[in-house]
């Protein structure tokens, strides 16, 4: 595919037209990462965060936001996702906390912004729970790993 999907002949923006579209099964994973201080990333593994189960939080703001991507991201198509995964595991290696979405259904078009959506919500949460103890965590490498369904076929990030 050589050209934009949300761009019509005109060079404006524009939602896809997916009617005459087949419904497949489609599968979409993404992941991201917020970089933090062993410090904080100690204080959340130990529960010792004041705000709460940051992992718990974070993992329902992610899939809230995959849910409601349509509202968030103009030109996507409202979705009736039937499985949304968030998983969060700390890398105290790299002082690091990795996110994985997972989402899935049975329509006419794909869901990898909901997938991306999720990790970048997610990460988003993290932040937001923590900034009162770090200011300068990163978020960073949301990239979509996978994609599977519908007419461009399977995609998947070369490791």
Not at 12 to 19: G, K, P, Q, R, T
Not at 95 to 104: A, D, Q, T
Not at 142 to 152: A, D, P, T, V, W
């Amino acid at each position: 595919m050589n050209q934009f999907t949300h761009i019509n002949h005109s060079g404006e923006a524009n939602m896809v037209d997916v009617s005459a579209k087949a419904d497949t099964v489609r599968e979409a994973r993404a992941e991201g990462y917020v970089v933090m201080s062993a410090t904080t990333l100690a204080m959340i593994l130990e529960g010792k965060h004041h705000k709460g189960d940051v992992f718990a939080t974070a993992r329902i703001a992610g899939i809230q936001a995959a849910k409601r991507t349509w509202e968030l991201i103009p030109l996507c198509h409202p979705l009736l996702l039937s499985k949304v995964e968030v998983s969060l595991t700390a890398e105290p290696e790299a002082n690091r906390i990795r996110i994985e979405s997972y989402c899935k259904l049975t329509a006419k078009t794909g869901v990898e912004m909901e997938a991306l959506t999720a990790v970048s919500v997610a990460a988003l949460t993290i932040y937001d729970m923590c900034k009162a103890v770090q200011k300068d965590m990163r978020i960073e490498g949301i990239r979509l790993l996978e994609k599977l369904g519908g007419k461009s076929g399977h995609f998947k990030v070369e490791e």
